[in-house]
């Protein structure tokens, strides 16, 4: 028996609904402490992910910036070229936050 999936709705038509739910008051984010206090290696992880312009939380992941619709083996090639850029190993379910620490981490290790 095939499964019944909800159709994806059109990226146009779903940035609508966004906008309406944001109007509304629907739409709440999640916590940025963590993200904040990390602020310039957020930046930095975000530019070596391609979007310098992204809104992320405490609860954003690598995954969110692979792009949907990934199949098994695209993923593992997009993490690979991550973990090349980052110089250090990277899995799509990391949080920003944890790169962002090892970025920083792996800095201060260069300094001393």
Known sequence: M???????MPPQEALVHIQAAAAAGRIEVAPQGKIVALDAWVDRALEILGHPEALVTDM???WDFLGFGL???TRRAAVRKLTEKFGFPVKAEDSIVSVAVRLRDRASQRVH
Do not use: E
Request: charged share 45%; net charge positive; hydrophobic share 15%.
């Open 2 to 8: 095939p499964s019944k999936r909800k159709k994806r």
């Open 71 to 73: 199949n098994a083996k």
């Open 60 to 62: 954003s992941t690598v």
